[in-house]
């Protein structure tokens, strides 16, 4: 049996290999994601006015209860995503998820509780028609800044990428929604999680698929 030299091997099995372009540091590669996010949600306000009875509704607690959460789903959705590109960082994405996720349901669940009741008598602002607007402004935000994180995501070595676009899909369109959220004059518990924490989920739904394709083509030097 003839043997192959060490170096002919070595090109043999690297052959096929795909190569991958520069990963940055994901400290700073997140903190980037989330700088973008927070120039969006100040434009966003400088165009649209912040909700004029946003102090009052932080005092109250309910507003402060879901903007928190759409914070952490944004911010541990986006770290997920950009943690699921490096193989040694399996721990840190799963980490993100649930603090993502967990930040947000726990902000919902807790505003709903405790302050679902002096809201409920005002249903208009709950109804369809109501929170559509909000729901669609939220995943607008949310595609540059998924296209964004998809390039990020892209150059590192992500074997996952229908799991991985899911999760920066949910943490672009929380950072659309906390947008949302600051800007939107509709006063209601309800339509705050319907309309504005909800959000993330409808962006999962609509953004998921093409991002993921993106960063497949994008990852294969497309």
Known sequence: MKRVPTDELIAMLARDLRPTGHVGR??????????????????????????????????????????????????????????????DRERLAWGGVVVGMGGLVLSAGVATHSFGGVFFADRTTTTLQ??????????????????????????????????????????ATAFGGLAVHFTCPAPGIWHWIIGHAMAPVAGVALLAAPLRALTRRWGQGG
């Open 26 to 87: 994901l400290r700073t590669e997140l903190a980037t994601v989330v700088g973008a996010a927070i120039v969006v949600m100040l434009l966003l306000v400088e165009f649209r006015g912040i909700t004029p009875n946003a102090l009052s509704l932080v005092s109250i607690g309910a507003f402060a209860l879901v903007a928190a959460g759409l914070l952490g789903a944004g911010v541990g959705g986006c770290a997920a995503a950009l943690a699921s590109a490096r193989p």
């Open 130 to 171: 109501a929170v559509l607007p909000c729901l669609v402004r939220a995943i607008l935000l949310a595609i540059p800044l998924s296209l964004f994180a998809a390039r990020l995501v892209s150059a590192g070595a992500g074997y996952h990428l229908g799991w991985t676009a899911r999760v920066f899909a949910f943490g």
